[in-house]
């Protein structure tokens, strides 16, 4: 397989009314480490295996942090959220869903986060389309990115917010794989709310510190 085409997320402006955000050097210490799984490259862009670039953009857009530059086999960008408000470091691996530990593991040895401060967003087709779950730990329900996880960060105990994007009528693994590589059929507006949805949900993670058992 070819080497990974550098993502490049799309930047919105800034509200007029917002605070200026600092921006941390890669390998500063960080408070929480929100890891977004997808693949690189265009023709992956806005597939439902790509949600989880898609909210972690989000989040990089309400927090106004810079734009996320190469680390750690990743793109990767840091700073406070607000005023005396958590430092958060925002990844989006770009080694392949596959080999997303890869990027995960080397970035939070650096950015010295405990694994439960460490959020993972990504897409579950075991939950139906705009349900959201988050949990900490559990299993890895034969997602690959989420093994490499396990296998980069040493332990499956981190944080998830799971977006739902459905199952095929099918459990043919090649029907499975194109189901998630596919675009959504929902429109726009609805997958939009799943992203902003999936965003509250990581926003909350953080100001509660956790997930209350």
């Not at 550098?6 to 605070?19: D, F, V």
């Not at 401060?117 to 779950?133: K, N, Q, S, T, W």
């Amino acid at each position: 397989m070819p080497g990974p085409t550098r993502w490049r997320p799309t930047r919105h402006p800034a509200s007029p009314t917002a605070g200026p955000r600092v921006s941390h050097p890669a390998g500063a210490p960080a408070d929480w480490l929100v890891i977004g799984l997808g693949n690189p490259g265009r023709e992956y862009a806005r597939t439902r295996h790509n949600i989880g670039f898609q909210i972690a953009q989000e989040l990089i857009d309400r927090w106004s942090l810079s734009l996320p530059k190469a680390a750690y086999r990743g793109l990767l960008t840091e700073g406070r959220i607000g005023p005396r408000e958590p430092r958060v470091a925002v990844l989006l691996p770009q080694t392949y869903m596959n080999d997303a530990g890869e990027s995960a593991g080397p970035a939070r040895g650096a950015l010295q986060v405990p694994l439960e401060r460490v959020i993972v967003v990504y897409d579950e087709i075991d939950l139906p389309f705009g349900e959201i779950r988050v949990r900490a730990g559990g299993g890895l329900a034969g997602h690959n990115g989420l093994k490499s996880l396990r296998r980069g960060l040493g332990s499956p105990d981190f944080l998830r917010v799971r977006a739902g994007v459905g199952r095929p009528d099918s459990t043919n693994p090649e029907i499975v794989s194109s189901w998630v590589l596919g675009k959504f059929r929902e429109s726009a507006q609805e997958v939009s709310e799943l992203v902003s949805g999936a965003a509250d949900a990581a926003e909350r993670i953080i100001a509660e510190d956790g997930i209350a058992a």
